[in-house]
């Protein structure tokens, strides 16, 4: 069965059905013919198919263009040996598989399989599925990360601001001539257990005061923790110096 190469309407054609070629694959078929069972490099179908229209591609978009051709020459009745993988080098088409006749030829052919009322399938090109959808959403995910990393770091930022600006009202639970314990407003906690843990780092603390005012609160960022601030005076007052310790309830 003869096959027709009609390079003008991309397609190629033989009794039965017309196959349609995409611009790609007609001008890399082109290039194979007019090389005459010559070898065709990857290098050459890139720069005649690709590079003349402005387009950098690699090595595997040569080997999917040309499986494809592969899978359309086969529709057309061609032989899988017509269309040869030169390893290393390049491709060939090798002779007497396809006609070039002139125009006037292929209308015949056309018109003739019209009169004789067989009817002529069309069969659309080979595409690979595309990327695209798959892109789309890997980029509608990363953003949706990047909108909750941004919105978790501006929730302990704000977090962070209200535990320094959140005013903190104290109560005053224990009062000695040398100590005061005052406490969160609503909180409930032990004076001697306070004053015993004081006591206990006041022992190996530099910091070490004569008079001392202990102010305990809840910490409003690590939930279970007391933030406790000691002063050598009243918190109010100026040039008062304080440290700040840290520890967990029950401890």
């Known amino acids: 069965m003869s096959v027709i ?12 059905i017309i196959i349609e070629l995409s611009r790609q694959q007609t001008e890399c078929l082109s290039l194979l013919v007019s090389a005459k069972g010559n070898i065709v490099s990857r290098k050459e179908i890139m720069d005649c198919c690709w590079a003349d229209r402005g387009l950098i591609v690699s090595d595997s978009s040569v080997r999917v263009a ?16 017509a269309l040869v993988t030169e390893v290393g080098s390049g491709y060939r088409l090798r ?16 018109e003739s399989t019209a009169l004789n009322g067989d009817e002529i399938t069309l069969v659309q090109p ?25 919105s978790l770091t501006l929730l302990a930022g704000w977090l962070h601001m209200k535990s320094l600006l959140y005013p903190v009202h ?11 314990i005052l406490v969160q407003k609503g909180m409930r906690a032990n004076a001697e257990d306070i004053k015993n843990r004081f006591l206990s780092i006041e022992k190996v603390n530099p910091y070490s005061f004569s008079t001392a005012w202990i102010y305990v609160n809840r910490s409003i960022l690590q939930h279970g923790n007391l933030s406790t601030l000691v002063c050598d005076r009243e918190i109010t007052q100026l040039e008062k110096l304080c440290y700040s310790l840290n520890f967990q309830e029950g401890e």
Request: glycine share 6%; proline share 2%.
């Open 5 to 16: 190469f009609d390079m003008e309407h991309r397609q190629l054609i033989n009794d039965e």
């Open 66 to 81: 040309l499986y494809q051709l592969r899978k359309q020459l086969a529709a057309a009745g061609v032989s899988e040996g």
């Open 95 to 110: 002779n007497g598989y396809l006609e070039l006749p002139g125009m006037q030829h292929i209308d015949d052919a056309v």
């Open 126 to 150: 080979l595409t690979i599925p595309s990327t695209r959808g798959s892109r789309s959403m890997m980029r509608a995910e990363l953003l949706l990360f990047i909108l909750c990393m941004v």
């Open 170 to 180: 104290y109560v005053t639970l224990h009062e000695q001539d040398n100590l005061h």
